[in-house]
């Protein structure tokens, strides 16, 4: 693998791979990688998991992590993301991780470039290793995929991490039903209720309404949203047993999710923070040890 932009690239077996050793890194620990690799992190848009996580993977491996502050970079000044990367390429770094608001930005890279490319999030398009995160807590938790209800609730239409874990549920054999306003269903089909789903779900996948990708106000207040959309403490009681709250984070309390619930018994919300470092350890290793 020289890349990694989008879980449409991976097959089930792929997937299972990556996670696979995304756990021996818990189990084991980290080890440095057989020789010194130089990485940056190019983040176009904010972020604060992804990135620190991805730095601490970096850092875990004994990669070399070359700084890079967007804000204060030639992008600044009218250069391209093809010219920064070339750029990049020819000062010697092996691959970097890149955030940024357009989608599919990482077509005009691919092919062009020696660098290997990490999908930090595209827009509203991918974000790979958000969603093997994702599949990393749902299978510590449940074993497997085969058959888990998963309802994926928010603002469907704008989110990158519906998109990249609809792709790759589905692939693993788990059914997804997304639930959200109407208009945020975006080209998928979506349920507006929680009355069957809150009952018959394994994991509820909670997402941020994506103000940043909203170019109308939102007709909701807070406390509207949360009555009609969000995870109230009613409905929590209503989970079955086993069931489990998930959040890429971000999140608001009291809008997708109660105050209360985010760090509850059935939350596994900062549990795919840790998780995150392990699954970056996986696909840092697998593609730069394929540069050798
Ligand atoms: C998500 C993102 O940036 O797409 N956050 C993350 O990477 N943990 C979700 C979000 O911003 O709502």
Redesign the pocket.
């Known amino acids: 693998m020289n890349d990694l932009v989008s879980m449409k690239d991976l097959t089930e077996v792929d997937i299972i791979e990556l996670l696979d050793r995304a756990q021996n890194f818990q189990v084991y620990g980290a080890r440095e990688l057989p020789r010194k690799y130089t990485v940056s992190n190019l983040f176009f ?1 904010p ?1 604060t ?2 990135k620190v996580s991805f730095e601490v993977a970096e850092r875990k491996l004994g990669i070399d992590v070359v700084p890079f502050e967007a804000g204060f970079s030639s992008s600044v000044k009218g250069e391209t993301l093809y010219d920064t990367v070339k750029t990049l390429e020819a000062i010697g770094i092996d691959a970097l991780v890149i955030r940024h608001p357009d989608v599919g930005y990482y077509k005009e890279l691919i092919g062009k470039t020696k660098v290997s490319i990490i999908n930090g ?1 595209d827009g509203s398009g991918q ?1 790979p290793t ?1 969603s093997l995160l994702d599949l990393y807590t749902i299978r510590e938790e449940f074993g497997g995929f085969e058959g888990l209800n998963i309802v994926i609730a928010g603002d469907i239409a704008h ?3 519906a998109r990249s874990n609809a792709d790759a549920l589905t692939k693993l054999g788990a059914n997804v039903t997304f639930l959200c306003p109407k208009e945020w269903a975006g080209e998928f089909e979506a349920v507006h209720e929680w009355d069957e789903e809150i009952l018959a779900s394994d994991v509820i996948m909670l ?2 309404v ?1 103000h940043e990708r909203h170019n109308d106000k939102m007709s909701f207040t807070k406390e509207s949203y949360h009555k009609q959309y969000g995870l109230t403490k009613e409905r929590k009681k209503m989970m079955k047993e086993n069931a489990i709250i998930m959040h ?3 999140f608001n309390r009291g809008v997708e999710i109660d105050e209360e619930l985010v760090e509850c018994s059935k939350s596994r919300i900062f549990k795919q923070m840790e998780n995150g470092v392990y699954v970056r350890m996986a696909v840092l290793e697998l593609i730069l040890n394929g540069r050798n």
């Open positions: 848009e972020s998991r992804t999030g974000h958000q989110s990158r991490v997402l941020r994506q890429p984070a971000p």
